[in-house]
């Protein structure tokens, strides 16, 4: 009987590999097509000031404009294919094309926040194509905010703080995406030169406990001690809202004040209210 079992626990992780590596390889073909056929698309959503109210960034969001498969599940591919590095550099052209054509239209420009994945780190000439960028576009840096994404953890710290350092020097921000989320977040803080943090959003999720808050409250105070601003996203109820601005917060983001947005919709943001 046991046996059979065994057979049978084998049988099924062997189907589901198989299954994976079959679901992954259409992703990946999918992901080859949509870059050489314009088949991105960046979305964007609000980063309010908990203090005013006001729209003080963007963070842009990637999709695939004909299939509906969760960036979530695409990055993940992307990043095992390599196929990561491209699609970075695609977003970041994007984003600062926005920043071009925003500023053409008279709009008053704020940080994007662009997601970067620790693997695509690998990609060396990153910090010369994104300063090459904003050079022949004439955008200031301070407009972009590099925010750290990790799906695979951190392996060469000295690497990392040298490839951040010099990004730093670009003029960029950097954001510690997801904190809180992977156990690796604590020890990231000693050693990663970043101007701020995002908590994840499980911190806050509908079932937190009064332990989640006195965790979220001390984060708090832990980066406003280490001089780091702090974003909270995913935020998707008032109460939640109500807590963060309690412990002292800066900025939120989440369904409650807008969901992502096509580019074209973020000229009507300018403050918003919470009511
Ligand atoms: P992230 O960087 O943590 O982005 C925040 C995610 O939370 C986004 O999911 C956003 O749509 C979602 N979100 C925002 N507000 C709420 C809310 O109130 N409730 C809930 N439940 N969710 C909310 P999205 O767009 O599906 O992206 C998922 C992840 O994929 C991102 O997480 C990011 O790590 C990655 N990603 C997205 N775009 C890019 C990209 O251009 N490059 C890279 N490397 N990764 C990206
Ligand atoms: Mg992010
Ligand atoms: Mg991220
Ligand atoms: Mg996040």
């Excluded at 970067?116 to 960028?133: N, R």
């Excluded at 060469?156 to 703080?161: H, K």
């Excluded at 003029?171 to 989320?181: A, H, N, P, R």
């Amino acid at each position: 009987q046991a046996k059979k079992t065994q057979k049978n626990t084998y049988l099924f992780y062997r189907k589901n590999m198989v299954e994976v590596l079959e679901r992954n390889n259409k992703i990946e073909s999918i992901l080859k097509e949509a870059m050489d056929n314009n088949g991105f698309k960046l979305l964007y959503q609000p980063q309010v000031s908990i203090k005013n109210s006001q729209v003080i960034g963007l963070e842009a969001l990637i999709r695939l404009k004909n299939y509906n498969i969760s960036p979530e599940q695409f990055i993940l591919v992307a990043e095992e294919m390599h196929i990561i590095h491209k699609i970075g550099r695609w977003v970041t052209k994007e984003v600062i094309l926005q920043l071009d054509q925003w500023r053409k239209s008279d709009e008053e420009l704020k940080p994007i926040g662009i997601n970067f994945s620790v693997k695509q780190m690998e990609d060396k000439e990153y910090i010369s194509f994104l300063k090459d960028l904003l050079l022949q576009y004439d955008i200031d840096p301070k407009y972009i905010d590099i925010e750290i994404t990790e799906n695979e953890l951190i392996k060469n710290e000295e690497y990392a703080i040298e490839y951040l350092n010099q990004l730093k020097e670009v003029g960029v921000t950097i954001s510690l995406d997801d904190f809180g989320k992977g156990y690796s977040s604590l020890h990231y803080l000693t050693f990663l030169p970043i101007n701020k943090i995002k908590l994840d959003k499980s911190l806050y999720q509908k079932d937190a406990s009064k332990y989640n808050y006195i965790i979220m409250e001390n984060i708090i105070a832990l980066a406003h001690d280490l001089s780091l601003e702090v974003v909270a996203e995913g935020v998707e109820t008032k109460s939640q809202y109500n807590k963060l601005q309690e412990l002292k917060c800066d900025y939120v983001q989440g369904f409650l004040f807008s969901k992502p947005i096509e580019a074209k919709a973020v000229k009507a943001l300018k403050r918003i209210t919470i009511v």
